[in-house]
């Protein structure tokens, strides 16, 4: 990396720009990844560290043998595959409603992008907030609809639902940003028709700006794969992973193996096959849209 | 014509519902931290008697102020310190050509793409084993985990946009490349600075997770304390409120300032 430049002598100040980046990202990224490699080989009880030993592949045989792996898995799964196409469905429609001038509509598409930068934990404060049986905003509005008075959060299936639903709030302002931009780009000549009403609406959208955007919806998705992939605090706050497991999605099972259980390697091992998902999404992504130069 | 009237009215009144439907939890918070606890527990979600009171509790509670102003030194020495070395990296990749440049741009970008809690348990260990648990020190350098990165690509489009020629022509006058970095680089991207900047603050004033596993009691930050307003027995929601929102100004006023740069900010350097 260091160039000897002729006749001069001096050295190529490549390395005075890199190397402050290159040792802290060294320091805080790249050697506690090989450290969760090393830790996944090992039995780590927190509890007894004087009982840890060398285990080999044993942590990964075991989450293969684990239910509730599998079943944080499922969840995840779930997840991904409602959250992620409904915010796109979203966003999309409201990027098309959104792009004509009307008086105040700067101030709509900007005042859409808050709940996208709100703090995670306030977010799932808040939702667990309006989701209390007795007094919260949205339990009201559910009771008053005529659905019996119910705690969301404390069964399984409304909970799970909630959580993907706060997502949804969440993040399909993300899509309709992404998906705006693309489509202001899109000469208004080919939009012109487009305007909602019934059959050529349908027919103009498919044939002509879903194709258009095709490479910006592509990105934007693989964008929210790997952070849908990877959320935390949002849930941890709502539910903690309950009622039960119900919620306990991959990062929230990883957490209480590590944090509850104490269990660092087998913790770790489902950490760094988390990792390896992402590196292939994230791959993925970089290949198709990046070139630096 | 008439009807055409009708539907432009449609669409304006659809997209004002939507946005009320999408700003109602914000202004859940907001509101209830104008409440009284005990008007919340009270049955109507809707009835508002304003009060100051949990705004005055908060202020008077030790465990959210130092909450808030560890939050604000973390992001802040977080944020300083990952401009700095971001910067530099950024400027070389975008002016040098070297081996391993591409290798090593690319790893930077797809780091910060690494989830955060595989990081989480190798960083516990390692400040547990320096003794820098609970320290705002371990924060800010685990912070600096997807803070780097992400300047440096925010940053490249910057870098690669000045000209060449404010190179040759300082080169000739025998500035060298550190002075020519310093001197007229980094008042050149500013404005890319300032974006970097902003997000990078941002991210490290909304993070929750690092802080949760990585203190207990001294370094928490804002996030992990409003979390604790959960109680084992009452959750406090009028003080919960007035704390988040506080937490939610600095948010407010950089997505509407910086309205403009919100995709590049949110993309970090990944274009559709």
């Known amino acids: 990396m260091v160039i000897k430049r002729k006749g001069t002598g001096e050295k190529s100040p490549v390395l005075y720009f890199i190397l402050p980046a290159l040792i802290l990202v060294g320091v805080v990224l790249i050697y506690p990844i090989l450290y969760a490699v090393g830790i996944s080989f090992f039995n780590w009880p927190l509890v007894d560290e004087t009982s840890r030993g060398f285990i080999g592949i044993s942590n990964y045989i075991r989450i293969f043998q684990d239910k509730e792996f599998w079943h944080a898995l499922l969840l995840q799964l779930g997840f991904i595959f409602i959250a992620i196409p409904l915010e796109l469905i979203i966003g999309f429609f409201v990027a098309i409603l959104l792009n004509r001038e009307f008086k105040g509509v700067k101030w709509i598409r900007s005042l859409l992008l808050l709940p996208v930068f709100v703090l995670p934990v306030l977010s799932g404060l808040t939702w667990r907030l309006m989701l209390q049986p007795e007094y919260g905003a949205i339990s009201f509005i559910l009771t008053k609809l005529g659905l019996p008075q119910t705690a969301w959060l404390a069964k399984p299936g409304s909970a799970y639902a909630f959580v993907i639903i706060q997502d949804i709030w969440r993040m399909w302002p993300f899509m309709f940003m992404f998906l705006y931009s693309g489509l202001i780009n899109i000469p208004t000549s080919l939009l012109e028709a487009a305007d909602l009403d019934g059959a050529r609406f349908w027919n103009k959208t498919l044939k002509i700006i879903v194709p258009l955007l095709r490479p910006t919806i592509t990105t934007a998705l693989l964008l929210r794969l790997i952070d849908a992939l990877r959320i935390f605090s949002e849930v941890f706050v709502m539910t903690e992973g309950g009622p039960g497991n119900a919620t306990t999605l991959l990062s929230l099972y990883i957490y209480k193996q590590a944090f509850r259980y104490f269990n660092i390697g087998y913790a770790s091992a489902m950490g760094v096959i988390l990792i390896i998902i992402s590196l292939i999404i994230a791959i993925l992504l970089v290949r198709r849209n990046i070139d630096i130069d | ?272």
């Open chain 2, 1 to 272: 014509m008439k009807k055409k009237q009708i539907k432009k009215n449609f669409l304006i009144l659809l997209s004002i519902i939507i946005l009320i439907i999408e700003l109602f939890p914000i202004a859940i918070i907001i509101i209830n931290g104008f409440k009284k606890d005990i008007d919340i527990w009270s049955a109507n979600p809707f009835s508002f008697r304003p009060s100051l009171d949990s705004y005055k509790k908060i202020f008077q509670r030790k465990d959210i102020l130092l909450g808030i102003k560890n939050s604000l030194i973390v992001s802040t020495l977080s944020t300083t310190i990952s401009l700095l070395v971001g910067a530099m990296a950024s400027y070389a990749i975008a002016r040098f050509r070297f081996r391993y440049r591409k290798v090593l741009s690319y790893s930077f970008l797809i780091s910060r793409m690494i989830p955060q809690i595989s990081l989480a348990i190798p960083l516990f260990m390692m400040f547990r084993s320096l003794g820098l648990t609970d320290t705002l020190t371990a924060l800010i350098f685990a912070h600096m985990s997807f803070n780097i990165p992400y300047v440096i690509w925010v940053l490249l489009p910057f870098f690669s946009g000045v000209p060449i020629e404010y190179e040759e022509a300082a080169l000739v006058d025998g500035c060298d490349k550190r002075k020519i970095f310093w001197k007229i680089f980094l008042p050149l991207v500013g404005p890319g600075l300032v974006v970097a900047g902003v997000f990078t603050f941002m991210m490290s004033w909304n993070e929750f997770l690092y802080a949760l596993v990585l203190t207990s009691t001294q370094a928490k930050t804002a996030p992990v304390v409003i979390n604790g307003f959960m109680g084992q027995y009452a959750p406090q929601w009028g003080q919960l409120a007035a704390a988040g929102t506080l937490m939610l100004i600095p948010i407010f006023i950089i997505t509407l300032t910086f309205q403009k740069y919100l995709i590049e900010g949110l993309s970090g350097g990944i274009k559709g």
